[in-house]
């Protein structure tokens, strides 16, 4: 059982930022309403105010959408064609907007090669050790390994937020850090109804920080209605997803990176 049923399109604010992206344009977005990946690239053009048409996929029908295995030979959501040539990898797709658009602000890498790298090492613990434990947490069957997930998870949460300055990662500007992160700030009530996570035990300030993320416009108008999440991550929550990350943590593969 996979998720060949879920939800075909984005609902709630979501849905009305996909209604206003309808127009064909040079750069298309191919995303999944429910993908956290998918909602870093989208936020980040929503962030900058690029024009962009939304296409939604369902990345688990692989074999329904011959043209998207074009775009991304992988399969996965998100991906980007961008005059005819495509792109994909979240976080390769962030970078690159910022690159192709250096006119639209705010810049969510800063300028200063020390900083660009600080930005980049955190977002290589958000990939490495947040991501992971958080798949970790929310499949694991047995009550042991869903405590030991969960300590983890909320151990490479605080460690990140230590370093947050409030009221985003660096302070005042909204950065790649905070789009990384982002997506899974918003599904984190999935944690809390299923595996005994409270964002406000995690410490080091992350309760605030996650607050911040949840109401920053780019966020909001990226995310569905909640009880879609909840249905979507039901297969997660039963050890049943068969995605490529659920399989790679499965398999205990996935702690290089997601
Ligand atoms: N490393 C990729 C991960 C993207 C990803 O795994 N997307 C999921 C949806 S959230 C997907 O397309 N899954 C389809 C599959 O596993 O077959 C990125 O950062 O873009």
Redesign the pocket.
């Known amino acids: 059982m996979g998720h060949e049923n879920i939800h075909p399109v984005a609902t709630g604010p979501a849905a009305e930022t996909v209604a206003q992206h309808q127009d064909p344009q040079d750069r298309v977005l191919y995303a999944?309403w429910?993908?956290?990946?998918?909602q870093?690239a989208w936020i980040t053009l929503e962030e900058k105010k690029i024009s962009y048409q939304y296409k939604e996929v369902n990345?688990?029908n692989?074999e329904r959408d011959l043209h998207f295995l074009d775009i991304n030979p992988k399969?996965?959501?998100?991906a980007i064609e961008y005059k005819g040539r495509a792109l994909?990898?979240?976080?390769i797709?962030c970078e690159f907007l910022e690159d192709a658009y250096p006119d639209h602000t705010p810049h969510l890498l800063p300028k200063d090669p020390f900083e660009r790298a600080y930005v980049r090492l955190w977002i290589d613990h958000v990939s490495k050790a947040i991501i992971p434990a958080f798949y970790r947490t929310v499949q694991a069957q047995e009550p042991e390994k869903q405590q030991t997930g969960l300590q983890e998870f909320c151990k490479a949460l605080r460690t990140i937020s230590e370093k947050a300055k409030g009221p985003y990662f660096l302070g005042e500007q909204f950065s790649f850090v905070d789009v990384a992160i982002a997506p899974w700030a918003v599904r984190d009530y999935i944690v809390k109804e299923h595996r005994g996570y409270i964002r406000a035990a995690v410490g080091g300030g992350w309760k605030e920080w996650a607050e911040q993320l949840e109401k920053r416009e780019s966020v909001i108008k990226t995310f569905s209605l909640p009880e879609h999440y909840r249905t979507f991550y039901a297969t997660y929550l039963r050890g049943e997803a068969?995605?490529?990350?659920?399989?790679a943590i499965r398999s205990g593969r996935g702690s290089s990176g997601?």
């Open positions: 999944g429910f993908c956290p990946f998918s870093r990345p688990y692989k399969g996965l959501v998100p994909y990898e979240s976080l797709l068969q995605g490529e990350i659920a399989k997601i």
